[in-house]
């Protein structure tokens, strides 16, 4: 499947979501990192911090430096956050699509640790669900009937559609 298929399957508030936190985080982060390298300038001018090694550097360069660890280091985090959070997204929407119950795939998706649980759904799932012509619900490729209205569908055994004029 390709990335634009899978992104256009994923909730449009969850993609909005992801982009926001992929935005804010690294700007905060930066903004974060600026605070702490001018608060440790101002201990380190009043005395409470006695580092030797800053003697040998410019210490102007500790708040730049601050700033850009606490970027990187949020940019890092929030783009795994952001994955994590489309994985979630999109196991929700293609579980619904494929008529199987989508909260408590996303429920083991999220508490099953180190990824087990995006596992475990992609071996788990079904074929994807096509609509009963007669009532609109979705029928798996090898149902017979179809649960709500009973019509009956016309697949042959494994699920392939039989030719015109051939009898089932």
Known sequence: MR???????????????????????????????????RTYMQARHSGRVGL?????????????MSSL???????VASALFAAWLLGLGYVYADARRR????????????FIPNLLGFLLYF???????????????????GQRFCAWCGYRAQAAPGGLTPAPGSST
Not at 123 to 141: D, E, H, K, Y
């Open 99 to 110: 008529a199987m119950p989508a909260v408590p795939w996303t429920l083991v998706a999220i």
């Open 123 to 141: 071996v788990l799932r079904r074929p994807i669900a096509s609509p009963c012509p007669q009532c609109g619900q979705a029928i798996t490729a």
């Open 69 to 75: 660890i606490g970027f990187v280091g949020a940019l």
């Open 52 to 64: 030797i090694w800053l003697e040998h550097h410019h210490v102007t360069e500790v708040p730049a």
């Open 3 to 37: 990335i634009r298929n899978a992104w256009s399957i994923v909730p449009k508030p969850i993609r909005l979501c992801a982009i926001a936190i992929l935005i804010c985080a690294p700007l905060i982060g930066a903004f974060a990192g600026l605070i702490h390298g």
